[in-house]
């Protein structure tokens, strides 16, 4: 997991982690805990960010697509969508 530790360090989206070494974002986040590294604060999804992941969310990208495209969590893009009223999905 050292790899994952100083990726996260160096900046990676947890959701990008998670992908990657194939493991939940959840699991991610207990990596992290586990071995002391402090979290970095949520990232706040707006100006260019929040129009792509509009745009990708609309042409039928999936929420976690978005949210691993863009960097930000699920719920993060899920709430700002939701705040410029795009119509979302119905969950699979």
């Known amino acids: ?13 947890s959701l990008t982690l998670a992908a990657e070494f194939g493991i939940n974002e959840s699991t991610v986040y ?41 960097g930000c969590s699920v719920s993060a893009v899920h709430s700002r969508l939701v705040e410029l009223v795009v119509r979302m999905r119905p969950r699979r």
């Open 30 to 70: 207990a990596h992290i805990e586990r071995s002391g590294v402090d979290r970095r604060p949520y990232r706040k999804l707006h100006g260019a960010d929040l129009e792509r992941a509009r745009r990708l969310y609309e042409s039928g990208t999936s929420l976690r697509a978005v949210a691993a495209e863009v």
């Open 1 to 13: 997991m050292t790899e994952l530790l100083e990726s996260y360090r160096s900046g990676t989206p």
